[in-house]
């Protein structure tokens, strides 16, 4: 049995992740937990003739939903709102992602944790403190930010600008982290791109600052959720298809701790001094097989990551220093 638990199944990211999860072949029981309405949306999931069963779980009903997940994907927590920064998401979303964390701990502890609940960068850390302490044999090779929205961007946004990049086949690397001036995407490496310099930076700050672009179009209405919700389905289908097909040669951009490839990023953890990271990643049985090295980067990437790494580092402490200060439970 495959199970996957989305936590925060109801929201705006969940309810239509939910509706593209239902879809796979490689899930058998999709179990939905939201504090409301995630009875009503599992029963209307629950008619489309695909193989998976799907059963609800209301605010009491945690534990029971995370029993034995295979793989638990969190949207949960609220979204985005106009002139919201992520730090004033992060005091609200901090409390619930350590909670849900608990919850694994609990529940699934071998789990496979797919984390979209925004600030990543904090979060992440969040979920692996918690499980760090709660569990006698945490794996950070199953602990990953969801970044994929940013290679998604990355791919739609250079094929406007050069129709000729297929966007379904052109792959763009994102490093660093997910939010803002940590979102580095290495634009250089796309075979045959003459981007001119001033392109380039248009490209990169609109990868950057997506997020911003869709929170003022809904004018106070929402968040990125439906592109959002595509991202995680592709990313989520990478892991299963690894973790459960066998597939390998998977890769994909995503935050992780970087000692779940300890040999790997040696050199790079003594000289940033970073624990967490988001690079490419060859996904295997047990998650992450791989974080590969840096791709080569541009001048201009090389001084976008030097921005980016002192608020990374900010923010990694932010989610550690949460779980360790017992004040804030």
């Known amino acids: 049995m495959v199970k ?31 504090v409301v309405n995630a009875l009503g949306v599992a029963a209307d999931l629950s008619h489309i003739n695909t193989g998976s069963t799907v059963t609800g779980h209301g605010k009491e009903h945690m534990d029971e939903a995370l029993r034995d997940a295979h793989t638990v994907v969190i949207p949960a927590g609220v979204p985005r709102k106009p002139g919201m920064t992520r730090d004033d998401l992060f005091k609200i979303n901090a409390g619930i992602i350590r909670t849900l964390a608990e919850g694994i701990a609990k529940n699934c502890p071998n789990a496979f944790v797919l984390v979209i609940s925004n600030p990543v960068n904090s979060t992440v850390p969040i979920v692996c403190e918690v499980l760090k302490e709660s569990t006698s044999n945490f794996d950070p090779r199953r602990v990953f930010g969801v970044t994929t929205l940013d290679a998604v961007r990355s791919s739609r946004f250079v094929y406007e600008r050069d129709d000729k990049l297929d966007p379904q086949t052109t792959r763009v690397t994102v490093i660093g982290g997910h939010s803002g001036v940590t979102i580095v995407p290495v634009i250089s490496t796309i075979p045959g791109q003459k981007f001119s310099e001033e392109t ?35 990313f989520t289908d ?37 624990e967490y990271f988001a690079q490419d990643v060859e996904f295997g049985k047990k998650g992450v097989e791989k974080i590969l090295p840096l791709p080569s980067l541009s001048a201009y990437e090389k001084i976008l990551l030097g921005a980016a790494l002192p608020e990374l580092k900010g923010n990694v402490t932010k989610g550690t220093s949460f779980v360790k200060d017992k004040s804030q439970a």
């Not at 705006?12 to 899930?27: A, E, V, W």
């Open 200 to 234: 380039l930076k248009e490209l990169t700050n609109r990868i950057q600052f997506g997020g911003d672009e869709v929170v003022k179009a809904k004018d106070g209405a929402g968040s990125a959720t439906l592109s959002m919700a595509y991202a995680a389905a592709r």
């Open 238 to 274: 990478v892991v299963l298809r690894a973790t459960v097909a066998g597939e390998t040669g998977l890769v994909e951009s995503t935050y992780v701790n970087l000692l779940a490839d300890p040999e790997g990023t040696a050199d790079f953890r003594e000289k940033e001094g970073l």
């Open 4 to 34: 996957v638990t989305i936590c925060g199944a109801a929201g705006g990211i969940g309810q239509p992740l939910s509706l593209l999860l239902k879809q796979s072949s490689l899930i058998t029981h999709l179990a939905l937990y939201d």
